[in-house]
């Protein structure tokens, strides 16, 4: 179903930001629409985005390709992603990450055996002085954790086990 | 000594609109709309000696003025793209402080006749994003932003715009062009965004900090503002202070404050009661100070930092002590650069591609002198070669890495 039939109101919303003549300015929020679902951007969404916003397939999917937060292939529900830059370094995250990954079995870009989450390493969050750290990008949104330790992540990711079951 | 920009931290629920209105809030907005011409409101930030807060310390008010009034319409767009390892500056901001960034924005807007103003934010800061939609929902409810503005012909609407994921689109010219729904790559300057911006109209952008700082200049007047840092830097600046301190955090001071009060008085001193090895005082893109107690006792402004080989920056104050090796920091900046590096001019993809392999077979302990000199080689044919700044600032930290602290690279090659 194309983007506008599934979410009528949003589309309307992220278009009237910008100058109707320059409505291609619109493909970044559309294209967290599209991975809202599935946690990835399929070729039928890059076409109708492409549509939408009278560009071409190809427009929508270099998008895809620069940017880090879009994805063009399925992963874990949850994407853990953990800074391991600088300062970040210089508090633990390395270690904080070999753990983590040692605590899970996986290494750094696969995902647990229940497709519940996939650990990635990444860089810069902007949140320096509270690391270890890392963000989840989920279906709803980007959650930051801040002052992790592998216990606390564990009961997160037991916590994020829970609710899917619930649902 | 109460706070100028961090104002949340003196007052309890500063970013609920009505403590906000009780403290003053939307009192300079009202004054510029219903009192001042536009130019006056560029003159004050011009005398105020307001310089960005985003890294480059330019003139603030020097560059509203360069926009270009034969063209219409204007844009004004807050960079809040913040990615530099080391900064987490505006974050706090926007979500503690939120109406003092917003008013600014929107004097700024006034100021060079926009209607339309965009904040552009890093887009891990969804959640930052969703909270600023209310605040300007809250502000449009209570008349401060939409249509005839305090009884006038004024109007602004802001909206917020999340980027995905790409340290290169802090960069203006690379913000605009995502901003515009393309790959963030830099355009070549000039011309520069205050004749062609946003759409190819003239726009003026600035971080948030620097819009933090425009409400109080103009309830207080720029003599007031002058009257706090140095000649050089006037006002105050926050801090991000980050590394081995016992106490990382935002700390608000006046420039000229030294980087032992910073670091010893603010930040608690060193972990494990070590000694300062080196200072990165600009993040990631930062040169790397050799500390003894001069550069401990040197005060913190533009003018200041770069008698000691370094800029300041974004005030994004890495502290590294007496057990970093300086190749391993090496790595991990220029891993970072790599990764970020837009592609667009070979320069900077190549360079960084190559000292990236070389910084890490030296750190992995399979390098050789040579290699050194190579990747000194390398970051210096970079230089003064790049299209913007990320591929000019990669080379600092690898330069003055190998040329300051050379002991580390002899012991790094011969493990």
Not at chain 1, 9 to 38: C, D, G, I, N, T
Not at chain 1, 63 to 87: E, N, S, W
Not at chain 2, 262 to 289: F, T, W
Not at chain 2, 317 to 344: A, Q, R
């Amino acid at each position: 179903m194309s983007l506008e039939k599934k979410y009528p109101k949003e589309v309307k919303k992220l278009l009237a930001k910008y100058p109707p003549e320059h409505k291609r300015s619109a493909v970044m929020p559309l294209l967290y629409l599209a991975q809202r679902e599935e946690g990835f951007v399929n070729k039928e969404a890059m076409q109708d985005i492409a549509r939408l916003l009278d560009i071409t397939e190809t427009d929508v999917a270099s998008i895809v390709g620069f940017y880090t937060l879009y994805h063009d292939k399925k992963a874990g529900k949850y994407r853990m992603q953990v800074c391991t830059d600088l300062p970040c370094a210089l508090r633990g995250a390395d270690e904080f990450l070999n753990n983590l990954c040692g605590n899970l079995g996986i290494k750094v870009g696969e995902t647990t055996e229940d497709g519940l989450v996939t650990i990635e390493s990444v860089m810069c969050l902007a949140a320096c002085d509270r690391a270890p750290m890392f963000q989840t990008q989920g279906p709803d949104g980007i959650k930051y954790h801040e002052y992790m330790t592998v216990d606390r992540t564990m009961e997160l990711i037991e916590a994020l086990k829970k609710t899917e079951v619930e649902k | 000594m109460s706070h100028v920009l961090l104002r949340h931290r003196d007052i309890p629920d500063f970013n609920t609109l009505n403590v906000y209105k009780k403290n003053g809030g939307f009192d300079a907005f009202k004054k510029a709309v219903a009192k001042m011409k536009p130019t006056d409101v560029i003159d004050v930030v011009k005398n105020s000696g307001l310089r960005g807060r985003g890294g480059a310390g330019f003139p603030t008010g020097m560059k509203w003025s360069f926009i270009d009034n034969k063209n219409w319409p204007h844009y004004v767009v807050a960079n809040a793209d913040e990615s530099e390892p080391g900064t987490f500056k505006d974050r706090e901001i926007m979500e503690s402080n939120p109406f003092q960034f917003l008013e600014g924005l929107a004097i700024a807007s006034y100021a060079v006749g926009a209607t339309v103003a965009y904040i552009y934010l890093r887009g891990e800061f969804w959640q930052v994003a969703a909270f600023l939609d209310e605040k300007i929902a809250e502000m449009e409810k209570a008349g401060y932003l939409g249509d005839n503005l305090f009884g006038t012909d004024y109007s602004l609407k802001i909206f917020t715009h999340l980027g995905a994921g790409a340290y290169i689109c802090g960069e203006e010219t690379a913000l605009l062009e995502s901003l515009e729904g393309k790959r963030g790559q830099p355009r070549v300057r000039p011309p520069f965004p205050p004749s062609y911006g946003l759409y190819g109209k003239p726009t003026i952008i600035n971080n948030v900090e620097t819009f933090t700082n425009v409400p109080p200049i103009i309830a207080n007047g720029a003599e007031w503002y002058k009257s706090m840092g140095t000649t050089d830097s006037a006002g105050v600046k926050i801090f991000s202070l980050s590394g081995r301190v016992r106490k990382p955090g935002n700390y608000e001071l006046p420039f000229g404050a030294t980087f032992r009060q910073l670091i010893y008085e603010h930040g608690m001193g060193i972990q494990d009661g070590r000694s300062v090895k080196a200072i990165m005082p600009a993040g990631a893109s930062s040169s790397l100070i050799v500390v003894d107690d001069k550069v401990l006792d040197t005060p913190m402004d533009y003018a200041t930092v770069r008698t000691l080989g370094a800029d300041l920056g974004s005030a994004s104050v890495i502290v590294l002590d007496d057990t970093v090796d300086i190749d391993w920091v090496i790595n991990k900046t220029i891993h970072f650069f790599k990764h970020e590096s837009c592609g667009k001019c070979t320069t900077c993809r190549e360079g960084n591609y190559w000292m990236r392999n070389l910084t890490e077979r030296i750190h992995s302990g399979s390098g050789s002198e040579n290699d050194v000199n190579l990747l000194l080689n390398v970051a210096k044919q970079m230089q003064g070669k790049c299209l913007c700044a990320l591929g000019e600032f990669s080379t600092m930290a690898v330069v003055t890495g190998i040329e300051r602290f050379p002991q580390d690279f002899k012991k790094a090659v011969k493990a």
